[in-house]
């Protein structure tokens, strides 16, 4: 791997030019295609084999299409909702409404006691995430046209969600990151390298490969903020690591050619395993079985795979062009940061290294502590997903919430379908009118619609409306008892029934997700372990990285479930109620946070070894090894930070919880991980560190690990 980087190196220092051009000419070419090709965002949120995945199948195959799922139509009028001023309005809406791709014809009108709030439903002859955000906005634009002269008029649903302007992080996770820059470097020069490399990368994935590939499979309409922050995150920080190794080598005396070779053949490998890690633990999102992910997982990828290509290609074609000039433009007082590069055996880092591997045991268990600690509230996490209630002040899909809360109580933002089937129509008809029966007397059941019947009555929905909302725990608990009440009901008659609707959905793919989830973490685990394994040839270091990640995920889900409980943390980020966690998150934060972690150990691990290579004393690399990363890894973490704390500003709740779990897990990972357990662990491992059995050591490739490198500790060398 050595020889390669340093042919790499070599190209990028002596043909620069060709190489900045072809950079400029990709990405130029890449993002002229994205907007003259760009796919729909689309997502199938449908759990594979599940009863509301049935339900909806049946409806759509027996009721023309129907899905199951309906935009919420409401409006409220002082001089009556039935009015006749409100009635003509309404009226043009619908007609406009149901002339609009997917729309079927309005169902039932309810009016609220007081005559003023009326509501009904467009039914959808698809899932309502696969409604185009145009369509959507065609929608919007007739309510609004049709509302005025004290009629308003409200829609909610997911593909009006979809349809409304919404802010994008990106752009202030990049200001921030920015601003770390600035303040670790001190000059406009050397800040703006990284930033360079994050905007050809955030270009190139984002405006280019990952819209082109929403023409060949679903990538949800997300997907973007998530893969653009993860990509702006790693970009700089792998063009820190370069570049912070470039700028120590120009210091110890080294002309750029050789700075620049020293930096992609040290440097650039620590990238190339960080990266590959990342890569790993995010396709891993394939083994949850949904298909949704796999576009996420795949454009998660492009974006680290671009900036990690462009961090040991581009960057060192800037670096050669750039040679000392590389620290110009200082910042004053900012500008005094730029003369001291590394630490040394006597910085802070170092010192504060001695003394966790004075006291490793107290170390390690006070540290271990604190993360279990921190992880404990992890275990009464739960799963569901946000409902409009939770939605920006002003949007239209929370004053739809309000308004239907208000005329007809909050459980009518969210209808449970089922769906019936009647191969024997006599008896099931009989038996559908028990069921509705039955269920307007259950607890926790606000108003069930008399049943409908499809033309050749061998099919039946059946609406229920609960008292509570689409995200309230009891409306969860409302759904497992029907499933346990319909086939009692049905006996006899023949009759099949299926629990859809948008809030079964939700929380089948929520049990779907759990019971995978060990599949998921076995495989990630151990594939990163594996490539840890091949690139230290150390097994015991690649288990201690797991074990440490694993930790840091941990506690970084406690906080998330922290502050999704709302309370006073939680209103610090705008969540003042409890939320559930969307059952998509802990996995993706799991692939994600996993092979973001192992990035900091990468690159720690690598000088500590590097290190140890010169007189195999563990103590002295440990304490070198980490006080020659401490400012650059420091810096990586504080930009990864402000970075994911960007998600806070998005309106939608989900990613407000996803930037405060990525960015708990980081902090966590290069302060409680980096500074404490790896020092405290590393010592008490001694030599131990790097043993490896002979057989292991034969068996395994070997990726020429730095220059001149000694052979591992094996059995036979103790």
Do not use: C
């Not at 209103?571 to 996995?587: C, K, N, R, S, T």
């Amino acid at each position: 791997m050595t020889r390669s980087l340093a042919r790499i190196a070599d190209i990028a220092y002596r043909r620069r030019g060709r190489m900045v051009l072809g950079w400029i000419i990709a990405s130029i070419v890449l993002i002229g295609l994205g907007s003259n090709l760009a796919g729909d965002y689309h997502a199938d949120y449908n759990t594979p084999g599940s009863q509301s995945k049935q339900a909806s199948d049946l409806s759509q195959r027996a009721f023309k299409g129907y899905s199951g799922q309906e935009i919420y139509v409401v409006w409220k009028d002082p001089k009556g909702a039935q009015s006749p001023g409100a009635k003509q309005s309404m009226d043009k809406f619908f007609a406009q409404a149901e002339k609009v791709q997917h729309i079927g014809r309005h169902g039932q009108i309810r009016v609220s006691k007081d005559g003023r709030i009326a509501t009904t439903t467009l039914p959808l002859d698809v899932p309502g995430w696969e409604v185009k955000k145009k369509q959507g906005e065609e929608l919007i634009d007739a309510a609004e046209a049709s509302a005025g002269a004290g009629l308003q008029v409200e829609l909610g649903g997911e593909p009006i969600y979809a349809a409304q302007e919404s802010t994008s992080p990106e752009g202030l996770g990049f200001l921030a990151a920015a601003i770390v820059l600035l303040i670790a470097f001190g000059s406009l020069v050397a800040a703006g390298l990284p930033l360079a490399i994050a905007l050809f990368g955030l270009g190139i994935s984002s405006g280019g490969l990952i819209v082109l590939l929403a023409n060949v499979i679903d990538v949800p309409n997300w997907t973007t903020a998530v893969s653009g922050l993860i990509g702006i995150g790693v970009g700089i920080d792998y063009a820190l690591l370069v570049l912070t190794r470039f700028r120590a080598a120009l210091k110890s005396g080294k002309d750029p050619h050789d700075a620049v070779v020293e930096a992609v053949t040290t440097a650039g490998r620590s990238v190339i395993i960080a990266g590959s890690t990342v890569v790993i633990a995010v396709l891993g999102l394939f083994l949850t079985g949904l298909p949704y992910m796999y576009g996420v997982a795949i454009s998660a990828s492009i974006a680290v795979l671009v900036v990690m290509l462009a961090s040991i290609t581009l960057l060192p074609a800037l670096l050669a062009y750039l040679g000392p000039r590389v620290d110009r433009l200082r910042i004053p007082i900012l500008g005094r940061r730029l003369d001291k590069v590394e630490g040394d055996g006597e910085s802070p880092a170092a010192r504060w290294s001695h003394l966790v591997q004075r006291h490793p045991w107290f170390a390690a268990i006070a540290a271990t502590a604190i993360l279990l600690a921190l992880a404990a509230p992890a275990l009464g996490m739960r799963l569901g997903f946000p409902d409009a209630g939770n939605d920006k002040s002003g949007t239209m899909t929370r004053e739809a919430y309000d308004l239907i809360s208000e005329g007809f109580g909050p459980g009518a933002n969210g209808p449970l379908v089922i769906a019936a089937e009647l191969p024997q129509p006599a008896e099931g008809h009989a038996a559908i009118e028990k069921l509705a029966s039955q269920l307007r007397s259950e607890e926790g059941v606000s108003y069930v619609p008399p049943p409908r019947f499809n033309e050749d009555g061998s099919a039946a929905i059946v609406t229920v409306i609960p008292t509570t909302s689409p995200q309230d725990e009891a409306t969860q608990d409302l759904v497992d008892h029907i499933r346990k009440v319909m086939p009692e009901a049905l006996t006899g008659s023949g009759a099949t029934a299926y629990l859809g609707g948008v809030t079964p959905a939700l929380e089948d793919q929520s049990e779907y997700i759990t019971e995978r989830m060990p599949i998921f973490i076995i495989g990630v685990v151990g594939l990163s372990f594996l490539l840890l394994l091949v690139a230290f040839h150390a097994p015991l270091v690649s288990l201690k990285a797991g074990v440490m990640n694993l930790l840091s995920v941990s506690a970084a889900y406690g906080v998330m479930t922290l502050v999704a409980q709302g309370g006073a943390v939680g209103q610090l980020i705008g969540i003042d109620h409890e939320v559930p966690i969307a059952p998509f998150m802990p996995v993706m934060m799991f692939a994600i946070l996993f092979g973001l972690s192992m990035d900091y150990e990468v690159f720690l691990v690598s000088r500590i070894r590097e290190e140890y290579l010169k007189d195999r004393d563990t103590r002295r690399a440990v304490a070198d090894g980490l006080a020659k990363t401490a400012r650059v890894i420091t810096a990586a973490a504080a930009i990864m930070i402000v970075v994911f704390l960007a998600f806070v500003a998005s309106p939608e709740v989900f990613l407000k919880l996803f930037g405060i779990g990525l960015a708990a897990a980081i902090f966590l990972d290069a302060t409680l991980v980096r500074m404490v357990l790896v020092p405290a662990v590393m010592q008490l491992l001694g030599h131990w560190n790097w043993w490896i059995p002979n057989w292991l050591e034969r068996a395994l490739p070997r990726l020429d690990v730095e220059p001149g490198a000694k052979e591992p500790l094996t059995e036979g060398s103790q």
